[in-house]
């Protein structure tokens, strides 16, 4: 069974940058193709990236861009998401979770439990 | 972009009845790119359909999906006391792979 652990809630000063983890276990990294979502408190959820399994590169949503690094250590089965020049409005709970794609549909299952990222002075 | 509007914005209906939720695309959509999640206040989203009508693993049978084009149907025919919660549509036809703002189904 694949599971996805994040790491703990962060508590930032805007301008910062931040960095969550996700641990795969019952997998490979190497067989996911990770991506991020997040979501403000209150509010739907919002894509922001990932690995594009057709060419092995990374997409990132165009309102991330310049801002979001998404990198991956394969040697310890963790992806990471990197998101810098913080604002007020990136507070959120922020998702990994990998994704497929067959002849039949694309998803994103499983999902890891979330990090609370606070950005406040 | 492809922008999800999800309608109605809240159902409020009783366990037993069904539920009927839209999720309608601002440009034609393959449907094996339309996929619906589940999500319960502080969990992450659950998938549900993925390829518009394919049940995922798990998935009882009252969960069914449906559509083509710019139109996609999540029905839930007889309501379960844990089926109440919020559902959001997600398309990955085209990037950024938007979500609908989601379609919250809540006890009358």
């Known amino acids: 069974q694949v599971q996805l652990v994040q790491s703990g809630a962060e508590v930032k000063k805007p301008g910062a940058s931040v960095k969550v983890s996700c641990k795969v276990s019952?997998?490979?990294?190497?067989?996911?193709?990770m991506h991020w979502v997040r979501q403000a408190p209150g509010k739907g959820v919002e894509w922001m990236g990932g690995?594009?399994?057709?060419?092995?590169?990374?997409i990132y949503a165009q309102k991330f861009q310049g801002r979001l690094t998404m990198t991956e250590d394969a040697s310890a089965d963790t992806a990471y998401m990197e998101l810098s020049g913080l604002r007020t409005e990136d507070t959120a709970v922020y998702y990994c979770?990998?994704?497929?794609?067959?002849?039949?549909?694309?998803?994103?299952?499983?999902w890891g439990q979330g990090t609370l990222v606070t950005v406040s002075s | 972009e492809i922008v999800l509007t999800q309608s109605p914005g809240s159902l409020s209906l009783s366990p037993g009845d069904r539920a009927t939720l839209s999720c309608r695309a601002s440009q034609s959509l393959s449907s094996i790119y339309l996929t619906w999640y589940q999500q319960k206040p502080g969990q992450a989203p659950r998938l549900l359909i993925y390829?518009?009508?394919y049940r995922a693993t798990g998935i009882p049978d009252r969960f069914s999906g449906s559509g083509s084009g710019t139109d996609f149907t999540l029905t839930i025919s007889r309501l379960e006391p844990e089926d109440f919660a919020v559902y959001y549509c997600q398309q990955y036809g085209s990037s950024p792979w938007t979500f609908g703002q989601g379609t919250k189904v809540e006890i009358k």
């Open positions: 979770g990998g994704f497929w794609s067959g002849y039949d549909g694309s998803w994103i299952d499983p």
């Open positions: 690995l594009d399994p057709e060419d092995g590169e990374i």
């Open positions: 019952g997998y490979t990294l190497n067989e996911l193709s």
């Open positions: 390829g518009a009508s």
